[in-house]
């Protein structure tokens, strides 16, 4: 089933040619009923967003062996959505969510991206997976078919950056994961923490006066991402998290130094933020009960600006102003369908708040 997902995944996104795209749409119906669910979601994504593959998608969909009720009205808990983070006239920041589920309502794949885009070039600035397999007999279920001889794993990969990272493996085998539950002690597990130096630019600049002016840029970023799986066999209910956090620095100098006097004006940049993904299932019932969230945290945005001269005599002037922001976090937004079932999970789970105060 992961085969399938990416490779799906690497076609439409790849210029894909009509029959590929109409052998992909054909191939709805015949799949594991999650994966169907999820190959839907994954084209009205596409369809939503206007992504490039979307008009030779709507060209399929003409097809009435293709678009059909008894291919599309397909049920199932996994999805796909994007949606745009920031947005303006030179600059935008999206975000996507796709999840999998296996037919038992266990995690299989889960996978956030975050793109920044222009007009001329694409950042593929952060990426975090998770995948696991072979998990059903924790909670007794029937594993899909072509998967009931699968070894219990459970891992995670990032992208930072356009670069990829080291995986990380939370327990491979039944025996491991059977000492990570009883040992786990909830947090989540790090995948990459470091420092990254986006800018260091300096150059002299010649003046009409004949003076020279200094100019000196330097940014840089911290970067926290972690993330991990947790499952209460007591309520029934597993809890997949990733975690980003982060803080930027941007600064400029440029200064002017003559016989007679020196001066110069620094501006500063700082903020910090997070995004958290929390994605919640109840597998005390059938059809299972999933609610995913992103959220994105308050952060400060800190400016400040200081202009200094200094004379050969020893006498200096300082000047600082500067001003803090609070930018207001919020929920991103996804379908429709899922804010339903948010709203379904939470009200049916009175030692939800319970459980989070220990």
């Known amino acids: 089933v992961l085969f399938r997902s990416a490779a799906a995944e690497v076609i439409l996104n790849n210029n894909p040619s009509y029959m590929e795209v ?67 006239s030179d600059i935008a920041s999206t975000y996507s ?31 975090v997976v998770i995948e696991a397999q072979g998990l059903e007999s924790l909670i007794a279920a029937t594993a899909d078919e072509g998967e009931e001889d699968l070894e219990s794993f459970a891992g995670m990969s990032a992208i930072l950056f356009d670069v990829q990272l080291r995986p990380v493996t939370f327990f ?9 539950m009883f040992s786990a002690t909830g947090e989540p597990m790090n995948v990459v923490k470091g420092l990254v130096l986006l800018v260091d630019h300096s150059e002299v600049i010649p003046l009409q006066s004949g003076l020279k002016a200094r100019a000196e840029f ?73 609610c995913m969230q992103i959220d994105k945290g308050q952060f400060p945005l800190r400016q400040f600006v200081t202009k200094y001269e200094s004379l050969p005599s020893g006498k200096t002037y300082t000047s600082r102003k500067g001003k803090t922001q609070l930018v207001a976090g919020a929920e991103l937004p996804l379908y429709q369908e899922n804010s339903n079932m948010c709203k379904k999970v939470f009200s049916e789970d009175p030692d939800s708040a319970d459980r989070s105060e220990e």
């Not at 299989?108 to 952060?126: C, G, V, Y």
């Not at 491979?172 to 990570?180: F, I």
């Not at 990733?242 to 903020?271: C, H, P, Q, W, Y």
């Open 22 to 88: 109409k052998n992909l749409l054909l191939s709805i119906g015949e799949l594991p009923q999650e994966m169907n669910k999820y190959m839907l979601s994954v084209v009205a994504d596409i369809l939503h967003f206007e992504l490039p593959a979307s008009k030779l998608i709507r060209q399929v969909l003409k097809d009435v062996r293709v678009h059909n009720y008894d291919r599309f009205s397909k049920t199932g808990s996994s999805s796909a959505y994007s949606g745009y983070m920031t947005r303006d």
């Open 97 to 127: 969510l796709d999840i999998l589920y296996s037919g038992s309502g266990i995690l299989r794949r889960s996978n956030m991206d975050i793109f920044i885009l222009n007009e001329k070039t694409e950042l593929h600035a952060n990426q």
């Open 172 to 180: 491979r085998g039944y025996s491991d994961l059977m000492a990570k």
């Open 218 to 290: 330097q940014g840089g970023i911290s970067i926290d991402i972690s993330g991990g799986m947790d499952f209460s066999l007591w309520y029934r209910e597993s809890k997949t998290s990733v975690i980003n956090r982060g803080s930027l620095v941007v600064v400029g100098n440029i200064e002017v130094d003559s016989l007679f006097v020196k001066a110069g004006m620094e501006a500063r940049m700082e903020t910090e933020t997070g995004l958290d993904f929390i994605s919640t299932v109840k597998f005390s019932e059938y059809p299972f009960l999933v």
